[in-house]
């Protein structure tokens, strides 16, 4: 489990509606980007202000900031201002199983809060449980309203790729 791990997260230009891949390892290998079939080594890190950044894609070397909207990075760089759709499957887990009223987990993470407990009745968006993956936290909401009739894990588990997270009785 600690070693070989790599994890995919995609994004979407929001003005030119393409989609890159940023490749993360966690065995210390090359994190790669992605983008229009070209694979480049890629490197970030946090600058000196609150905001700033510095990367590296393949030989070039760039500074700017970014600010976060929800689900949206503006990037500002180069002197252009940039939006990024971060395709967030953790958060939007949810969107897809609102037939079902069933939740799992599409990677995996640690449980790090639990929001509701078995009976209580919660409403489209409610907050379920939250997820830490790759160093960030993802808020797993309700698909539809409905009541809770089994919490599957608790603070501190962790939760495979596809585990059920809890039970919705949708209404």
């Given amino acids: 489990m600690n070693s070989g791990y790599t994890q995919t997260l995609g994004w979407r230009d929001v003005e030119n509606d393409s989609t890159f891949t940023v490749n993360f390892a966690r065995d210390g290998a090359m994190q790669t980007l992605e983008h229009d079939g070209v694979r480049e080594g890629f490197t970030w890190s946090n600058g000196a202000a609150q905001h700033e950044y510095r990367a590296t894609i393949g030989n070039a070397r760039v500074t700017g900031a970014v600010f976060v909207d929800g689900d949206t990075f503006n990037v500002f760089v180069l002197g252009e201002a940039l939006a990024f ?3 967030n499957l953790l958060a939007h887990a949810a969107d897809a199983e609102g037939g079902e009223g069933r939740l799992t987990a599409p990677m995996p993470g640690k449980v790090i809060a639990v929001l509701v407990e078995a009976g209580v009745v919660v409403e489209k968006g409610t907050p379920f449980i939250v ?11 309700a698909p539809a309203a409905g009541t809770v009739s089994e919490v599957l894990y608790a603070v501190g588990d962790q939760v495979a790729d596809g585990a059920q997270l809890l039970v919705l009785d949708v209404k």
């Fill in 85 to 87: 759709e971060w395709q």
């Fill in 131 to 141: 997820i830490e993956a790759m160093k960030m936290e993802h808020t797993i909401g």
